[in-house]
């Protein structure tokens, strides 16, 4: 019986992994630009990271989550976010400590949620994301968001919409939350099983319900923006006036609130509208989190981050028919004419690749002529022939494969020829 992939999970084959490589390259680019260091943390953590950071009302936590025991009957969970992981390194490392503030990070990492599979949707995706830490200064929150779509641009993507919300400081939100519930309470009954659950819980996840969106009372709910205090009402015009400045335009979105609890202030969605992709689909989402350090154990130290699947972009990109500019290069073919020049082959491709050029010969004993064809299908620059008559003369037969040009070059100044060509 032939075993099948997981649900819910996909082999990367080559063809598309150039794409992947070229696509995570760019973020680490940026991410130089913007002098953020790469972070990696294990695919797996204490399962309690997951329930105090993400919160244990979440769908991720209550539904999501990949939970196992070791073999010491410890809860272990596969990371479904990567902000957590992040912050409890920061925290374990002491990273508040160090003589650079506020710390950047950046991280490229699989992560995992039990959830029905989809276009661009996996049980295991993959994600990049971004982390500042140690700093309140709603410039960071600004460029954190234009991050965010400097990378979507710099892939070519248009037709980006970007969404950001205050969810406030801790006293914003509580006296929020009490009107919420006020105005939820008496018609929660007409609403799903999980916002009857999140009315106690956490009433601002009512207004992200994928069931409910539509019900009158979402339309009809108070506004987080009109309970927000002088402090928070200042911040999130700070924010706002730096993306202006930069010429990030921005849509005001009261009923954004993003699906884990760790958010505060300033909280956002690039969003994308594409005939082949669909209308305002979420591409990345992020946010404040100025009290999860601490509640996960560390000292109070402020923080903004986002993420976004690679999935997804892939296929958005893919939808604008984007095409990435992606090379497959090979240098030179060796051709072989007769068993001693084929084992002369196999010190002369050494001997190139460890000349930094990009070499292949045929391995299926192929005649000759096969082999030429193989050059010709791979795209070969050069095609370099041996035969018994090279071998005694100490040469090679080159041929240009653009120009047709045949040269023969001695092996010993072989290298030396082919840097002249390239």
Not at 93 to 109: D, E, T
Not at 118 to 138: K, N, T
Not at 306 to 329: D, H, Y
Not at 337 to 354: I, M, N, S, W, Y
Request: aromatic letters at 8%; a negative charge; hydrophobic letters at 35%.
């Amino acid at each position: 019986m032939v075993i099948q992939i997981p649900r819910g999970t996909q082999d990367i084959l080559p063809g598309q992994s150039e794409k992947w490589q070229y696509v995570e390259q760019v973020a680490r680019d940026l991410c130089r630009l913007y002098q953020y260091e790469e972070i990696r943390t294990p695919m797996f953590e204490s399962t309690d990271l997951f329930v105090r950071g993400v919160g244990d009302t979440t769908d991720i936590v209550q539904k999501e989550m990949y939970t196992f025991p070791d073999k010491s009957d410890r809860s272990l969970t596969l990371r479904p976010e990567g902000t957590s992981p992040v912050v409890r390194s920061y925290i374990g490392n002491k990273m508040h400590g160090h003589v650079n503030q506020p710390v950047k990070l950046f991280y490229l990492a699989p992560v995992f949620r039990y959830e029905r599979p989809g276009a661009g949707r996996y049980r295991q995706h993959h994600q990049f994301g971004a982390e500042v830490l140690g700093s309140e200064d709603p410039a960071v929150d600004a460029e954190m968001i234009s991050l965010a779509v400097h990378f979507f641009e710099t892939l070519g993507l248009k037709n980006l919409r970007v969404a950001v919300n205050s969810l406030g400081d801790t006293e914003s939100r509580m006296q929020y939350r009490q009107n919420l519930v006020a105005h939820f309470e008496s018609r929660i009954g007409e609403f799903c099983s999980d916002c009857q659950r999140r009315l106690e819980q956490n009433p601002l996840r009512i207004l992200d319900c994928k069931v409910d969106q539509k019900h009158e009372l979402i339309a009809t709910a108070p506004s987080i923006l009109d309970h927000l205090n002088e402090y928070s009402a200042d911040y999130f015009a700070k924010v706002q006036q730096y993306l202006q400045a930069m010429g990030v335009e921005v849509v005001i979105d009261a009923t954004l609130v993003r699906g884990l609890d760790y958010y505060n202030h300033t909280v956002f969605e690039v969003m994308f509208d594409s005939q082949g992709f669909g209308a305002n689909a979420t591409l990345s989402g992020g946010g404040r989190y100025n009290g999860l350090v601490e509640q996960l154990g560390g000292p109070p130290v402020s923080a903004v981050g986002f993420g976004l699947g690679l999935e997804r972009l892939l296929l958005a990109l893919e939808a604008e028919g984007i095409q990435l500019p992606i090379e497959k290069t090979l240098d030179c073919y060796l051709v072989s004419f007769g068993e001693q020049a084929k084992d002369e082959t196999v010190k002369l491709l050494h001997q190139l690749r460890k000349a930094g050029f990009s070499c292949e010969r045929d391995y299926l004993d192929k005649k000759p002529k096969a082999q030429l064809k193989a050059a010709d299908r791979l795209g070969a620059k050069y095609v370099i022939m041996i035969g018994d008559d090279e071998i005694t003369a100490g040469t090679v037969s080159v041929k240009n494969m653009q120009t047709t040009e045949q040269e023969t070059v001695l092996v010993k100044d072989l290298v030396e020829f082919l840097k002249k060509g390239a």
